[in-house]
């Protein structure tokens, strides 16, 4: 079983940056990917970006040079540094998590992951 819990979300001016964070409980988190997800009012869910067990990174095209996703072993952590923020990307960021075998199967699909955080809401200004 592992829990997330996302940190770092609030409301910033476009072109800002913010990271948020992604605390995982359970000793075998650093054996499985993790991703992150956004989703707007009225819209699916989307996919942003994705960090395999060993460090390999994927990335929707629109956030490509403006994100980077990262994760600590040491601190059980998974991040997002997002910066040139843009007001549509206002949405609720979620982290989510899953065993490295179901990871190979979609890494930008929501149904690979098992574990998902409860939600952080970033607000960006025009």
């Known amino acids: 079983q592992v829990q997330l819990v996302e940190s770092g979300g609030g409301l910033v001016q476009a072109g800002g940056s913010l990271r948020l964070s992604c605390a995982a409980s359970?000793?075998?988190?650093?054996?499985?990917?993790m991703g992150w997800f956004r989703q707007a009012p009225g819209q699916e869910r989307e996919f942003v970006a994705a960090i395999s067990s060993g460090g390999d990174t994927y990335y929707t095209d629109s956030v490509k040079g403006r994100f980077t996703i990262s994760r600590s072993a040491a601190k059980n952590t998974g991040y997002l540094q997002m910066n040139s923020l843009k007001p549509e990307e206002t949405a609720v960021y979620y982290c989510?998590?899953?065993?490295?075998?179901?990871?190979?199967?979609?890494?930008?699909?929501?149904?690979?992951?098992?574990?998902w955080g409860q939600g952080t809401q970033v607000t960006v200004s025009s």
């Open positions: 359970g000793r075998t988190f650093r054996t499985y990917a």
């Open positions: 989510a998590a899953t065993p490295a075998a179901l990871y190979l199967s979609g890494p930008s699909t929501p149904g690979t992951y098992v574990y």
